[in-house]
């Protein structure tokens, strides 16, 4: 049975084919960089790159500058931490708070950690022939749904019954 099952179901299969797609990139990262006896994690790399760019963040704002979870950010920062990329400092205006960044481990390892995120940018460039098209879809597709979210969308198609 070679036939693709969430192809067939269109639209329904989205959620399944974005799951596999993303399950398959972080799987093969991981395996990359396993091999290279690199100790990091593939969705670590959006941390690593806003507190280059930051110095210093909360768990609150890099939630919010990436639109995840504040939960989703503490379990990355804490395997992070646990790794020896992040520390951290009580913030001083602030005790509940702490102030995160990167850790002279993660500093000197950066330039070696921007190689393979570069060949994965350029690996991503090349699977999409160098066509930004998908990406604009997927930009139209999260404003749409920060406008009206996917259960209420639902919810009301199924009032309107």
């Given at each position: 049975?070679?036939?693709?099952?969430?192809?067939e179901?269109?639209?329904?299969?989205?959620?399944g084919?974005?799951?596999?797609?993303?399950?398959?990139?972080?799987?093969?990262?991981?395996?990359l960089y396993?091999?290279?006896d690199?100790?990091i994690?593939?969705?670590?790399?959006m941390?690593?790159l806003l507190?280059q760019k930051?110095?210093?963040?909360?768990?609150?704002a890099l939630?919010?500058?990436?639109?995840?979870?504040?939960?989703?950010?503490v379990k990355?920062?804490?395997?992070?931490?646990k790794k020896?990329?992040?520390?951290?400092?009580?913030?001083?205006?602030d005790?509940?708070?702490?102030?995160?960044?990167?850790?002279?481990?993660?500093?000197?390892?950066?330039?070696?950690?921007?190689k393979?995120?570069?060949?994965?940018?350029k690996?991503?460039q090349?699977?999409?022939?160098?066509?930004k098209?998908?990406l604009?879809?997927?930009?139209?597709?999260e404003?749409?749904?920060?406008?009206?979210?996917?259960?209420?969308?639902?919810?009301?198609l199924?009032v309107n019954?």
């Amino acid at each position: 049975m070679s036939e693709d099952f969430l192809l067939e179901m269109g639209y329904s299969g989205l959620t399944g084919r974005l799951k596999r797609l993303s399950d398959a990139f972080m799987y093969q990262t991981r395996d990359l960089y396993r091999e290279y006896d690199e100790d990091i994690e593939p969705n670590w790399h959006m941390i690593f790159l806003l507190l280059q760019k930051n110095e210093t963040m909360t768990v609150t704002a890099l939630a919010e500058a990436l639109q995840l979870s504040h939960p989703a950010i503490v379990k990355l920062i804490n395997k992070m931490k646990k790794k020896g990329y992040i520390d951290s400092v009580v913030d001083a205006e602030d005790k509940r708070k702490y102030d995160l960044m990167l850790s002279q481990k993660a500093k000197q390892k950066l330039p070696k950690f921007q190689k393979y995120w570069e060949a994965g940018e350029k690996a991503l460039q090349e699977l999409l022939n160098h066509n930004k098209q998908l990406l604009e879809q997927l930009e139209q597709l999260e404003a749409k749904m920060a406008e009206t979210d996917f259960r209420t969308r639902m919810d009301k198609l199924l009032v309107n019954e």
